[in-house]
Each structure stands twice: as structure tokens, then as C-alpha cells.
């Protein structure tokens, strides 16, 4: 803080005051509100006095008394000289720091509100006046925007039921204002920018400090992706079921079934062909390539298609190979299929094929 003059030559004279007592400067630092190194300051700032305060010390320094009474003395002297000089001084110092403080406070107080944005869409919400009745309650203050405002004001204008509820609204804030706060925002706006995106806006400066109020689905969506903490209120009394995604990772369970035609010898698992005359089955590698033989080792991957001929449709499997150590397998795929929609219930290309192959074969087999 730069120091005028005329504190300067207070602060100056109280030294040489000071000077007249003391026989050294840690004496004049016991008697002044000053330090050592602010002493020195003075006597190098202003030479002149310097030479005057030196002159005072070490004519004390000889005439110094050695009991402690007569050093006491003068230091009680010169105390009220020094007190009597700066009270004025000290008075108005105290009063510019009370205002201070005052105004600090005021401001901390306004900075440390929590506020609750009102959006027009509200006005017309059931129950309205008590929702903010108990936020007012809890000590927060109830704020609206300049734009708010002037849409309630032009609202409640239309002859309509939301004119009614707009007018009400006014008067809800009329009989409460020492509850409310207003924001102007309006001449902030920027070029075609709409009032919710203004009030949200807004909303994102005051950040944590802030709970907006809205029924307007598209602004509660706005404001909620922009990290504005929001409440929606709901124009519709009957609770509506909300629909959560449910975004938990889900672990494929395996359809474990057994396999008669599997026999498990020395530690490996063979498919053995019954040659059965209402099944067609054929099996595949994990490539894709059909393996040959009535007794064939099946290898981790390999897939085993099924295709069973019931009384008046045909059901089609496919089981996956997943351990060779037992006679079951992963049941990857299991469908009915009836004459009309052979090809195209079966989406994948290989699921097809076989199963027109399939029926082409039970059919030769039942004749």
C-alpha cells in the first residue's frame, strides 16, 4: 500500500518525539508501533530528521540513568506524549477498517448464498408456492433473471390459463421479496441466443452455488449435459416410471447341455455317428471346414450342427465344443424351423445351407 506524505511526516514526528526519551533504537521500538527495520527505513528515507534522532540517542545514551525507576520514567512520558499525538490518527484508522470489515462481509454474504433459479416454466407448476416456501424456509434465496421476469410479465398478458398461473406467480413474488434476488443477464445476451440458454448460462458462472428450477424437459436436458445442477418439476401429478439403461457389463452365460453321441476315451472327446434316421449332423472346425468320419476327435472350437425332423416342423442346433474332457457343449444356437421359413429365420449364411441340405436328406430318409 503506497504511504501519502502526510502519513509520513506523522509517523516521522512520532519518532523524533520518541528520540527525545530514548537512548537507542530497540528503546524507540518498545515505546512505537514500529520494528527495527522500519526505523532504519525513516532515517535513510529522510536524512535531514536522521541526523536530529541520532543527535536526541546519543545525548540520552550519556545522560542515561542506571536505575531501573529512572529509565521507566521517561518511557511513561513519552508514552502519552505519543498516545495523545496519534489517537486521532488511530480513531480514523478504526473506523476506515470497521467499514471495511462491514462491506467485506456484505459481499461474503452475497458470495456465499446458495441460490435457487426460477424458470418461467414453473409459474404454472401444481403446488408452486409452497416448493419455494420450503427452499425459503432452509435459507436459501429464491433468484430469477431480468429475462424470466420480463417473460412472466409479457405471459401474463395472453387471456390463456397460463396467463392466470404467470399472474399468480407475480404475486407470489410481490409478497416475498426480501426472499428474492435479481440477476441481470439480458445485456449479456448474445446474438440469437434464447432466454433458457441464457438462465443456463448463468447458471454454469455461479457453478456449485446454484440449483436451477425448470419444467421444460429440453432445458432440465441442456442444463443437466452442461453440469448444472437441476430439478425438474413435474406438471403431471401421476408419478411416471422411469426407464434406466442399464449399463452393467453382463457375463455370457454358457447353455450347458449334454451330448449322448459324445464318448470321452483316453482324455480325448470322439463324436460318434448313430446314423440316426430323423437327424441329419455334421461337424465343423473352428475354420469352418467340415470334418469327415463316423468317429471323429473333436478339438476345442469345433462346432457340432443338428438338424432333428419332428412331426410337422424341424428344430435346428448348434453346439460349440468348449472342453474335451467331458460329453457336453455349449448350445450356441437352437431353432424351430417349419416348411415356410426355412431360409430366412436362420440368419447366418452356414446356418442356412445346412439346413437345407437337412431337409432335402430327412426327407429322403422317411420315404
Not at 106 to 121: A, C, E, H, R, W
Not at 302 to 317: R, S, V
Request: proline share 1%; charged share 35%; with cysteine.
Amino acid at each position: 500500500m503506497r504511504i501519502s506524505q502526510e502519513e509520513w511526516n506523522k509517523r516521522l514526528e512520532e519518532v523524533k518525539l520518541a528520540s527525545e526519551e530514548c537512548s537507542s533504537i530497540e528503546e524507540l521500538t518498545e515505546i512505537t508501533d514500529y520494528n527495527t527495520n522500519g526505523i532504519n527505513y525513516m532515517l535513510k528515507k529522510f536524512p535531514k530528521d536522521a541526523e536530529q534522532i541520532k543527535e536526541n540517542l546519543n545525548r540520552n545514551k550519556e545522560r542515561k540513568r542506571k536505575t531501573e525507576s529512572n529509565i521507566r520514567k521517561p518511557y511513561e512520558t513519552t508514552l502519552k506524549k505519543v498516545t495523545a499525538l496519534t489517537a486521532g490518527i488511530v480513531e480514523e484508522n478504526l473506523a476506515k477498517k470497521e467499514e471495511k470489515i462491514k462491506k467485506e462481509e456484505k459481499t461474503n454474504s452475497k458470495n456465499n448464498s446458495y441460490f435457487v433459479m426460477l424458470d418461467t416454466s414453473i409459474s404454472d407448476t401444481e403446488d408452486i408456492f409452497h416448493i419455494l416456501e420450503t427452499y425459503a424456509k432452509e435459507g436459501k434465496k429464491l433468484a430469477l433473471t431480468d429475462v424470466v421476469l420480463e417473460e412472466l410479465a409479457n405471459l401474463q398478458k395472453i387471456n390463456t390459463k397460463q396467463a392466470a398461473a404467470a399472474r399468480e406467480f407475480l404475486y407470489i413474488i410481490m409478497d416475498n421479496l426480501s426472499s428474492f434476488e435479481l440477476f441481470k443477464v439480458k445485456h449479456e445476451m448474445k446474438e440469437n441466443e434464447t432466454v433458457d440458454e441464457a438462465v443456463i448460462e448463468f447458471c454454469i458462472k455461479l457453478k456449485n452455488k446454484v440449483l436451477l428450477l425448470t419444467s421444460d424437459k429440453e432445458m432440465f436436458i441442456k442444463a443437466m449435459l452442461q453440469k448444472v445442477n437441476t430439478r425438474y418439476l413435474s406438471k403431471n401429478p401421476e408419478e411416471r416410471e422411469k426407464k434406466i439403461f442399464d449399463l452393467r457389463k453382463r457375463k455370457n452365460k454358457k447353455n450347458i447341455v449334454e451330448f449322448i453321441d459324445i464318448l470321452i476315451q483316453d482324455g480325448k472327446a470322439i463324436y460318434v455317428d448313430k446314423n440316426r434316421n430323423n437327424q441329419y449332423i455334421r461337424v465343423f472346425s473352428r475354420n469352418k471346414e467340415e470334418k469327415q468320419g463316423r468317429a471323429i476327435v473333436l478339438e476345442k472350437g469345433d462346432h457340432i450342427f443338428m438338424c432333428t425332423a419332428k412331426e410337422d416342423y424341424m428344430t435346428f442346433a448348434d453346439y460349440e465344443i468348449y472342453d474335451t474332457t467331458k460329453n457336453t457343449v455349449n448350445m450356441k444356437y437352437n431353432y424351430r424351423i417349419y416348411d415356410c421359413d426355412s431360409v430366412i429365420s436362420l440368419v447366418q449364411p452356414e446356418y442356412k445351407k445346412f439346413a437345407e441340405l437337412a431337409r432335402r436328406a430327412l426327407i429322403k430318409k422317411q420315404v
